[in-house]
């Protein structure tokens, strides 16, 4: 099935860009690296090319999900230790992945030009090799994730049904809207049993940020529970059909034209990233 939706990223029907996603939640074990990684092949099989990026820092899991131990990660180049060659895998075919280890914890303290340097370094790889960079982050409100997330051009926001996941989905998306002014986000509603389910978590979080938030959260759709992903995962096989088949169905929903930002997905981190926690 194809997703015109993930072609390219357009700005205002003509300018083409490199597109960020950001795969975030509140609460943690929803099923962010395996939608991460499930996007990026969809990418891929739209001929595109697209890199995960594990923003789980130290907690990384997207290479355990694929059974890949990368010897260098994004520590490694920031502290000048590997080049940006070194440090991405190649997962398939216009798929590619980078670890960032410890990477961003150390970025704090490192002097500005310094830092500036090896983030326009990543920043012109990223957009002369990608058409799509997906960073995986860890759950919860920690800075990095919320720099990431309103950093990026597609705050995707990951629930399940559980009632805690879905009070955490929206404590996230309102820090991300009080603090960070994001006013757009994408939510996706992991694990369900009917695509009914699916639609009524979209409707209980529509209502809350309506009333409480300035958001507004577009509903892209549901994956179903698939009880052999347990089984995938243990097997290091990340990517399941009909976990697939889901997915595009909700990433065809995604806008084919976005709001230009003023500036770059990376000025704006390094921005975020300086001012600290
Ligand atoms: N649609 C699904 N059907 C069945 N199992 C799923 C589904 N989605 C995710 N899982 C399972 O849920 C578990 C957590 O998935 P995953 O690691 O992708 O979540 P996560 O949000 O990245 O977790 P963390 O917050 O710890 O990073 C995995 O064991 C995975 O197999
Ligand atoms: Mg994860």
């Not at 860890?138 to 879905?166: F, K, Q, R």
């Not at 991300?176 to 939510?187: A, C, I, M, P, Q």
Request: net charge neutral; aromatic share 8%.
């Amino acid at each position: 099935m194809e997703t015109q939706a993930l072609h390219l990223l357009k700005v205002e029907g003509k300018e083409e860009r490199t597109g960020y996603i950001a795969v975030a939640s509140g609460k943690g074990g929803v099923g962010k690296t395996l939608i991460s990684i499930n996007t990026g092949r969809i990418i891929s099989r739209n001929g595109k090319k697209a890199l995960i990026i594990d923003g789980d820092l130290g907690l990384s899991n997207v290479h355990i999900m694929l059974g890949i131990t990368p010897a260098k990660n994004l520590y490694h180049f920031f502290m000048g230790e590997a080049s940006l060659e070194d440090i991405v895998v190649p997962i398939e075919d216009g798929l590619a992945f980078i670890s960032s280890g410890s990477g961003v914890k150390e970025l704090v303290n490192m002097p500005p030009t310094q830092l500036r340097n090896f983030i326009y370094r990543l920043q012109e790889y990223a957009e002369k090799n990608y058409h799509w960079v997906i960073f995986d982050t860890p759950p919860g409100i920690h800075s990095d994730t919320t720099a990431l997330v309103s950093s990026s051009n597609i705050p995707l926001i990951v629930t399940t049904p559980e009632p805690t996941a879905i009070a955490d989905a929206y404590g996230l998306i309102k820090v991300l809207n009080r603090e960070e002014k994001v006013k757009e986000f994408y939510l996706l509603v992991n694990k369900v049993q009917s695509y009914e389910e699916g639609m009524k978590v979209f409707e209980s979080i529509r209502v809350v940020c309506e009333k409480f938030t300035s958001a507004d959260v577009k509903y892209l759709g549901s994956v179903r529970f698939i009880p052999k992903m347990i089984r995938n995962i243990v097997n290091q096989n990340p990517f399941e059909e009909s976990f697939i088949k889901d997915l595009t169905n909700a990433l065809s929903k995604l806008p084919l034209d976005i709001k230009p930002h003023p500036h770059s997905f990376w000025e704006r981190l390094l921005s975020k990233i300086r001012r600290g926690p």
